[in-house]
């Protein structure tokens, strides 16, 4: 719970009263190598905060997934227009590694903006970093070469890339794996 913690005083200060709040609504649980966290079929109502481990957001496009962004240690991670709006998207997560994580519903979310106002600010300030990486994400994809895009993300998953299975990074960069594996020789 200490990292969980430390985490939003990296953005807010965090009362007493916030600190019990939490730890009354989050749940610890641990997923294996594999398990599928969300299901495309379900509104997400879930937060996932990685304590340790490596969790991977994608979709899939006739019949093959398209990874669309890694979360690590310190990360949140929830299928983001589902758990917003409360409405089916196009994305799953699942852990790439044994992941521990602390789960948060929305509901107890909406409790907690409701009445932390401090809580407000740090998802405004959380959030400004994570629309920031999206910015960066989609100019990369649009205007940059396939070696451009590998560079790119080995600089953004600049302490995980090399825990990413290969097939991972490739369909996050819409290259081949071939591609990938000729760019990767070269350096």
């Known amino acids: 719970m200490i990292d969980f913690l430390k985490h939003f005083e990296q953005y807010i200060k965090v009362s007493d009263q916030l600190k019990e709040e939490l730890?009354?609504?989050?749940?610890?649980?641990?997923?294996?190598?594999?398990?599928?966290?969300?299901?495309?079929?379900?509104i997400c109502t879930k937060s996932y905060f990685i304590q340790k481990g490596l969790l991977r957001l994608y979709f899939l496009k006739d019949g093959k997934e398209i990874s669309e962004y890694f979360s690590c240690e310190g990360d949140w991670t929830n299928s983001p227009r589902s758990f917003i709006q409360q409405k089916l998207d196009i994305y799953y997560i699942d852990a790439i590694e044994q992941t521990d994580v602390y789960i948060l519903e929305v509901h107890d979310l909406v409790l907690l903006f409701n009445n932390f106002p401090e809580m407000e600010r740090y998802s405004r300030l959380s959030m400004g970093s994570t629309f920031g990486y999206m910015l960066e994400r989609i100019t990369s994809m649009r205007f940059t070469t396939a070696k451009e895009?590998?560079?790119?993300?080995?600089?953004?998953?600049?302490?995980?890339?090399?825990?990413?299975?290969?097939?991972?990074?490739?369909?996050?960069?819409?290259?081949?794996?071939?591609?990938?594996?000729?760019?990767?020789?070269?350096k």
């Open 149 to 186: 895009k590998y560079e790119h993300f080995c600089q953004v998953y600049q302490g995980i890339y090399h825990r990413i299975p290969l097939g991972m990074v490739a369909s996050y960069l819409g290259i081949t794996q071939e591609t990938l594996s000729r760019i990767r020789a070269e």
């Open 23 to 42: 730890s009354k609504r989050v749940i610890f649980k641990t997923f294996a190598k594999g398990d599928i966290l969300h299901s495309a079929d379900r």
